[in-house]
C-alpha cells in the first residue's frame, strides 16, 4: 500500500469514527460524559493519532499526534499522579518485605 493510500484510509476512519459519534451525540445517544470527554479539543491530536498509529504504514505521525496530545494534557497527568505519589514509597517498601517474607529462600530446606 503506498502513502496516498495509507492517507486515504487513516483520514475517512478519522471522519468516519467523528461523524458516528457526532451522530450519536445528536441523537442523544452518547452519554454526556462521554461527549465532554471525546468532543473537548484536547484530545482531538489523541484520537486521530491512535487511528494514525492502527491504519498508517508510517507509525511516526500517529506517534508525533499522540504526543502532542498528551502534552495538552499534561496537567491533568500532572494531577492525577500527583495522588499517586505518595504512595510509592509504602508501596515499595511492602513489596520488598513481601519479597523476603514469602520468597524462596535458597538456604531453606
Given at each position: 500500500m503506498?502513502?496516498?493510500?495509507d492517507n486515504r484510509l487513516a483520514w475517512g476512519i478519522t471522519l468516519l469514527l467523528?461523524?458516528?459519534l457526532f451522530m450519536l451525540r445528536?441523537?442523544?445517544?452518547l452519554p454526556p460524559?462521554?461527549?465532554?470527554?471525546?468532543?473537548?479539543?484536547?484530545?482531538?491530536?489523541?484520537?486521530?493519532?491512535?487511528?494514525?498509529?492502527?491504519?498508517?504504514?508510517?507509525k511516526t505521525i500517529?506517534?508525533?499526534l499522540i504526543t502532542v496530545g498528551l502534552l495538552f494534557r499534561l496537567s491533568d497527568i500532572i494531577r492525577l499522579t500527583q495522588?499517586?505519589?505518595?504512595?510509592?514509597w509504602p508501596s515499595l517498601l511492602i513489596i520488598a518485605g513481601a519479597i523476603l517474607v514469602f520468597g524462596k529462600s535458597k538456604g531453606r530446606k
Open positions: 503506498n502513502i496516498q493510500k467523528f461523524g458516528l445528536q441523537l442523544n445517544i460524559d462521554i461527549s465532554e470527554i471525546v468532543f473537548d479539543l484536547k484530545n482531538y491530536p489523541l484520537i486521530i493519532g491512535i487511528v494514525f498509529l492502527f491504519t498508517h504504514k508510517n500517529g506517534l508525533v495522588n499517586i505519589s505518595d504512595f510509592i
